[in-house]
T-cell receptor, first 112, second 116 residues
């Protein structure tokens, strides 16, 4: 069993929709929770990170972490065609800063 | 600030041949990572350097993969001999020790390797 499982997708939504992307994990030692966006033929770029539990908002993006359920989510409000990409969740422990374990990604297409 | 540079961008080789990838991290970034991303999967860490020392290479197939980071700047990842299952995108990332976010890694565009 993988340490990090991500909803596989693909996901296709109309422009303006609210998008929910989700990951579960099994290792309770994870303390850092990240979301990366990866456009086709590009490297991932960090969108948001959260330390421990709680919510974090940045513009149209909201990251949620529920450590009791070992479940994290990324919400995208008012989705735009430019949001079309693969979204990767990633997690890390406090004991080895920088070593991330990634999910397999969810590919999102936002149709105009 | 220039980003992480990688070359070549694409490489096609036959199985059992050797190949090398090059990475130039963001200036001043002490930590450098090599990841393997197979199509449809997330990046998998192969090796992590801190300056020119290896921090973690537990998932590097050492019978065929090697990596070095001379002088704590550029890095080279080599595969010899290549197998069909090595077909993937090889991503290099770097991080500054001064970043407050310990997991804020900056990725290069990757090298897409096809082994035939």
């Amino acid at each position: 069993q993988k340490e990090v499982e991500q909803d596989p997708g693909p996901l296709s939504v109309p422009e303006g929709a609210i998008v929910s992307l989700n990951c579960t994990y099994s290792n309770s030692a994870f303390q850092y929770f990240m979301w990366y966006r990866q456009y086709s033929r590009k490297g991932p770029e960090l969108l948001m990170y959260t330390y421990s539990s709680g919510n974090k908002e940045d513009g149209r993006f909201t990251a949620q972490v529920d450590k009791s359920s070992k479940y994290i989510s990324l919400f995208i409000r008012d989705s735009q065609p430019s949001d079309s990409a693969t979204y990767l969740c990633a997690m890390g422990k406090s004991t080895n800063a920088g070593k991330s374990t990634f999910g397999d990604g969810t590919t999102l297409t936002v149709k105009p | 600030e220039a980003g992480v540079a990688q070359s070549p961008r694409y490489k096609i080789i036959e199985k059992r041949q050797s190949v090398a990838f090059w990475c130039n991290p963001i200036s001043g970034h002490a930590t450098l990572y090599w990841y393997q991303q197979i199509l449809g999967q997330g990046p998998k860490l192969l090796i992590q350097f801190q300056n020119n020392g290896v921090v973690d290479d537990s998932q590097l197939p050492k019978d065929r993969f090697s990596a070095e980071r001379l002088k704590g700047v550029d890095s080279t990842l080599k595969i010899q001999p290549a197998k069909l299952e090595d077909s993937a995108v090889y991503l290099c990332a770097s991080r500054s020790q001064r970043d407050r976010v310990p997991y804020e890694q900056y990725f290069g565009p990757g090298t897409r390797l096809t082994v035939t």
